[in-house]
């Protein structure tokens, strides 16, 4: 991996497969300390080329008595380093070094109270009695491993939580990397400043300074292209690269008429003028209205619309000359999903991937942001001077308002659709809604219905509002604006839009629906 050697202290995370593995990483990562999580059967050699200061086990859907259920390697206890085993993770833990877990007479799922009996270590300066924690367990401890103590019990839990101080082997059967363990992330600071003895030291500052610093180093005197789409990730990323290599970074943002109004300029204006960057912009809004002529169906809008992006910009990434690289936003998610042992669906950004151009043109893949989660991304991009407006903005899909327009796309219907888009988000920021929001959008509806304005009868469209509260897209929910709030945006869109009689609102949550409507 790109920055390894730069990360002086870091913490392993073995994934048994927990759905809460990532917000481990989230907890440890908030804490300053460095973490990559890795599959639970990482190969001994490279657990000990990694070099943790400590090692996290983390829960699981398995039963250690269940055929196939992954192990531990045995190798990792021998390793001298502080170990931590959460829920899945602690009965490994027993299973594994002498001791033993039995099927629990009933499961334990949700809110528990653990008194703790042994107030040092991971439980310093923690509270004794009545601990809030979070459960999710269907096994439990029975017997300890050699050397272990109870350092915590729970009702249903004799062994909520163990440890072996003389080689720093802990376990809790608790959660307490979410928020219903209040003092959960004491519990893992414990573990990673006084036994693990890490040091807070991952900032983003620091992360900026390395990661320019080594894009430095890889890139040398060559050239390095990026698309720039004007989100959050990819305009971080070119700020980065800038910052790094200066004049070599070629950035191409191709406009394809479906951006939201005033987009093409405000990229031009931040990137171009305001931080120098070579910027490539490229108008091919009139190629893509003409392939989408006529086209109703979804799919192949995205389709069309994805293919032709790749087109133009290997066009014009051709025509820079000695490029090496391709600069792009992937994400920690990313990658945790395509190396995770049971990781959650795989969700696949298109609007970032740019086909097998890489491949065609012989370019070399950099992907500065490909340890860091969406927050930090942010984080990262204040450091570098990015505007909040850029830092906050919320997602657009790459084949951006084709997909809010129900049936075919032609340059009246995006008019209509790019002005009652500008007035939703000018009202909810003028509320103060847009960070409480995840998404905000108008979907324009082939449906025509009958008004009144003034004297005369009118026949007109409707245009859908869309606003969701999400924390990932995989699930939302419709946002509960003020009535005010809606009342505002319905009047100012019929009065403001041409063509527009009637504005609804859309209270469908996902599942079953979807965020986008096409
Ligand atoms: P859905 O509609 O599936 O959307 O609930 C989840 C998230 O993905 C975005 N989205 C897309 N992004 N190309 C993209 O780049 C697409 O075709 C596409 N479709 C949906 C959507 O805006 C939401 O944030």
């Not at 009996?117 to 439990?140: A, K, N, P």
């Not at 893992?188 to 983003?204: A, D, Q, V």
């Not at 008429?257 to 990137?271: D, H, N, P, S, Y």
């Not at 392939?291 to 051709?318: M, Q, S, T």
């Amino acid at each position: 991996m790109m920055f390894d050697h730069l990360h002086q202290e870091r913490v392993l995370i073995l994934d048994y497969g927990s759905q809460y593995t990532q917000l481990i990483a989230r907890r440890v990562r908030e804490s300053h300390v460095y973490c990559e999580i890795h599959p639970f059967n990482m190969p001994i050699e490279s657990v000990r080329a990694f070099e943790p200061k400590g090692i996290i086990l983390s829960g699981g859907p398995s039963s250690v008595h269940e055929e196939g259920a992954p192990l531990a390697d045995p190798g990792i206890f021998e390793l001298g380093v502080p170990v931590l085993g959460i829920c899945y993770g602690m009965q490994l833990l027993a299973h594994q070094l002498g001791g033993a877990v039995e099927k629990a007479e009933r499961r334990e799922y949700g809110p528990a109270l653990v008194d703790i009996v042994f107030q040092g270590d991971l439980f310093t300066d923690i509270e004794t009695e009545g601990v809030r924690v979070w459960m999710s367990h269907g096994d439990r401890i029975v017997k300890l491993p050699p050397n272990f103590r109870i350092m915590g019990r729970s009702d249903n839990s004799p062994a909520a939580a163990m440890g072996d101080p003389q080689r720093k082997i802990y376990g809790v059967q608790f959660h307490p990397e979410v928020a219903h363990t209040p003092s959960g992330k004491d519990i893992l600071e414990n573990f990673l400043f006084r036994i693990c003895r890490c040091k807070p030291s991952w900032t983003m500052k620091s992360f900026v300074e390395s990661a320019i610093g080594s894009i430095r180093e890889k890139v040398g005197d060559d050239r390095v292209i990026c698309a720039l789409s004007g989100g959050v990730d990819s305009s971080v990323v070119a700020v980065m690269l800038h910052k790094a290599i200066g004049d070599r970074l070629h950035c191409i943002f191709v406009n394809n008429g479906l951006l939201r109004k005033g987009e093409a300029e405000t990229v031009q204006r931040i990137f171009r003028d305001h931080f120098e960057i070579n910027l490539i912009y490229v108008d091919a809004s009139v190629e893509f209205l003409d392939r989408l002529r006529e086209v109703e169906d979804p799919e192949r809008k995205r389709k069309i619309i994805g293919n032709l992006f790749i087109e133009i910009f290997e066009e014009e990434a051709r025509r820079i000359p000695g490029a090496r690289y391709l600069a792009q936003g992937t994400l920690y998610p990313d990658v945790i999903e395509s190396v995770s042992f049971k990781g959650p669906s795989a969700t696949i950004k298109t609007h970032h991937n740019v086909g097998g151009l890489p491949e065609r043109m012989q370019l070399e893949l950099i992907e500065p942001l490909r340890e860091l989660f969406k927050d930090e991304v942010r984080m990262v991009g204040r450091e570098l001077g990015l505007p909040e407006r850029i830092i906050m903005r919320h997602p657009f899909p790459g084949p951006g308002l084709a997909i809010r327009i129900i049936g075919t796309v032609d340059p009246s219907s995006l008019e209509i659709l790019r002005e009652a888009d500008a007035i939703i988000q000018e009202e909810i920021e003028a509320a103060g809604w847009y960070e409480h929001v995840w998404q905000s959008f108008a979907v324009l509806l082939p449906v025509r219905s009958v008004g009144v304005m003034g004297d005369e009868r009118t026949y007109e469209q409707a245009v859908a509002l869309r606003a969701v509260e999400s924390v990932d897209a995989m699930t939302a929910d419709w946002a509960r604006l003020p009535y005010e709030v809606l009342g505002r945006i319905s009047n100012r869109i019929i009065n403001e839009v041409k063509g527009v009689n009637r504005v609804v609102y859309d209270i469908s949550s996902k599942p079953p629906s979807t965020i986008e409507w096409e």
